[in-house]
């Protein structure tokens, strides 16, 4: 279809010519992806970390976000869920290991408080 042309089934304009400005909502559709990382730093430290962790699936920019974070709390909400192949010490040494294998610049702060340790 040629730009400017309309699409047979809407009577909408289909193509968005060369020289117009993308609509709000195109330019809108990933406003996380577009947050200042300050910003997103913030957020992250509002977060317990299994939740900060978690928003890895949000966008590429946010995948790795986490392991930036100044403070590391792992406490009762971090905990693994029980498994018959692993003690839950195996597994959190585990996930202990693999967070600060991935942890990169300072860390003012490391909280390690868990009742089965």
């Not at 020289?19 to 990382?37: A, F, G, W, Y």
């Not at 699936?57 to 392991?67: D, G, I």
């Not at 974070?69 to 040494?93: F, G, H, N």
Request: charged share 30%; aromatic share 6%; glycine share 4%.
């Amino acid at each position: 279809m040629a730009a400017g042309t309309e699409h047979p089934s809407s009577g909408r304009n289909w193509a968005r010519r060369r020289d117009s400005k993308p609509s709000l909502e195109e330019e809108d559709q990933d406003r996380i992806s577009c947050l200042p990382l300050d910003l997103i730093e913030m957020i992250l430290r509002r977060l317990p970390l299994w939740e900060a962790v978690r928003t890895s699936v949000l966008s590429r920019r946010w995948r790795y976000a986490w392991t930036t974070l100044m403070e590391i709390v792992l406490d009762e909400s971090c905990a693994p869920s029980p498994s018959q192949y692993k003690s839950v010490t195996d597994r959190l040494v585990k996930i202990i290991d693999n967070i600060l294998s991935l942890h990169r610049g300072p860390m003012e702060k490391f909280v390690l408080s868990h009742g089965q340790l």
